[in-house]
């Protein structure tokens, strides 16, 4: 990767706040915390349940909202450093923290993305989700509490979880309560499941789709996306790492864009797969897709304001047109 490659402008639309966090980091969280120092994430896993479990055993250090400040700020130095200009980062409402809690991680997370934007140059619009197979009251409780970030930093609402496990439609009413506060829907699904995931959260008003990478398996599901200008949000190493794409068969990136469905591209969870955003770029375009087709994807299905919209369509023109 030659250094022009590495800081050309990318956006990245699917990124865990908590799935960032370096092992440096995540071991003076967790020695503030007087907690065990979570070990080496493995370099596979058996299957996306297999990864939840890992994930849930790294991320329990993050306790406090100045936690979630610092990983916000050290991810978006890390990102900018790769040339990223817009983030959407996701941040999951814990349970644990309860609901003023989770008001208070949203507070600090809209306080450190302004003052990322300030230090680094890079827009973040927040994008907070709820799990599916968690309480549905609590869901519905934190949905209503991400909506009053609406317009001040928090521009979407998503669901996560183990698709296939636990079902989707029970909370279709939270969905409703945060896109009635003014947070569109922004999914995970056709990952663990197939692509009746998919077209159940396009049923439910899904604006774009985190993953979608199993549809596919279903070549009018792909024409409908395409149709629909639908972005899916692909993370390609991960896909791999979790057994949703083969290195037997073409990716579902190559497959998606053939089929004319815009992908963005971003890494997921990059400490846990242990990779950046510039080499997941790189990666992706040893697939077929460019840095200005994904980035182009990445400005179709960014959530941002008006106003960061054209300054980042401003900011490709020059990059990849000019």
């Not at 349970?95 to 003052?115: F, I, R």
């Not at 947070?183 to 985190?210: C, D, Q």
């Not at 497959?255 to 997941?280: K, N, R």
């Not at 941002?304 to 054209?310: F, I, N, R, V």
């Amino acid at each position: 990767m030659t250094p022009a490659q590495r800081h050309t402008p990318k956006i990245e639309l699917h990124v865990h706040l908590e799935g960032t966090v370096r092992p440096p980091l995540l071991a003076a969280l967790a020695r503030g915390h007087r907690l065990p120092v979570p070990a080496a994430t493995p370099g596979t896993f058996d299957d996306l349940y297999d990864f939840i479990a890992t994930w849930n055993a790294m991320t329990v250090v993050l306790r406090t909202p100045q936690d979630y400040r610092r990983a916000l700020l050290a991810y978006a130095a890390e990102a900018a450093r790769d040339g990223a200009v817009h983030l959407e980062p996701i941040v999951d409402a814990d349970e644990g923290l309860g609901l003023a809690g989770w008001a208070n991680v949203l507070a600090a997370l809209v306080d450190a993305a302004a003052e990322a934007r300030e230090s680094y140059g890079v827009s973040i619009g927040l994008t907070p989700q709820v799990c599916r197979g968690h309480d549905l009251d609590f869901t519905e409780a934190a949905a209503r509490v991400a909506t009053r970030f609406a317009g001040r930093g928090v521009v979407g609402f998503g669901l996560s979880g183990a698709e296939g496990r636990h079902p989707t439609i029970p909370y279709t009413r939270v969905v409703d309560v945060a896109r009635d506060g003014g947070l569109p829907f922004v999914p995970h699904a056709g990952e663990a499941a197939g692509p009746e995931a998919v077209r159940e959260v396009l049923a439910m008003g899904a604006v774009r789709i985190r993953h979608g990478v199993r549809a596919v398996d279903d070549p009018e599901l792909v024409a409908e996306l395409a149709e629909r200008d639908i972005v899916l949000d692909v993370t390609p190493t991960s896909n791999l790492r979790l057994g949703v794409a083969r290195a037997d068969r073409p990716h579902p990136l190559t497959v998606l864009t053939d089929g004319g469905v815009a992908c963005s591209v971003s890494t997921d969870d990059p400490a846990i797969f242990d990779i950046t955003l510039a080499e997941e770029y790189a990666f992706a375009a040893r697939l077929g897709v460019d840095a200005a087709t994904a980035y182009t994807a990445g400005l179709r299905g960014m959530l941002g304001s008006a106003a960061d919209h054209a300054r980042l369509a401003a900011v490709g023109e020059r990059a990849y047109q000019g």
